[in-house]
């Protein structure tokens, strides 16, 4: 039996205090233990991720922040995504 194949929908991440970004994936739904690609809508950023092996559920988050040189600090964050799969 084969089921239905959804595409992967990503939504805010914040009550509306983080600005939410528009992703696109590569491949969707991303492969198990293989590279995949996250685009920016709108804008030429693209970042290619390894995948670790997928469990059946899971939650992909896309976070751009600046990067705290002391791990006491808090990060900023500036935007941001999730989806959740299966």
């Known amino acids: 039996m084969q089921l239905n194949k959804r595409a992967i929908s990503f939504k805010a991440c914040s009550d509306g205090s ?7 994936l590569g491949t969707d739904p991303p492969g198990s233990e293989k590279n995949e690609s996250f685009d ?43 989806a959740t799969v299966g």
């Open 40 to 82: 920016r809508a709108g804008t030429p950023f693209k970042i290619d991720v390894p995948t670790p092996k997928l469990p059946d559920s899971y939650i992909i988050g896309v976070v751009v922040s600046d990067i705290a040189d002391d791990p006491n600090k808090a990060v900023t964050i500036f935007a941001c995504a999730l």
């Open 18 to 24: 983080i600005e939410s970004l528009t992703v696109k």
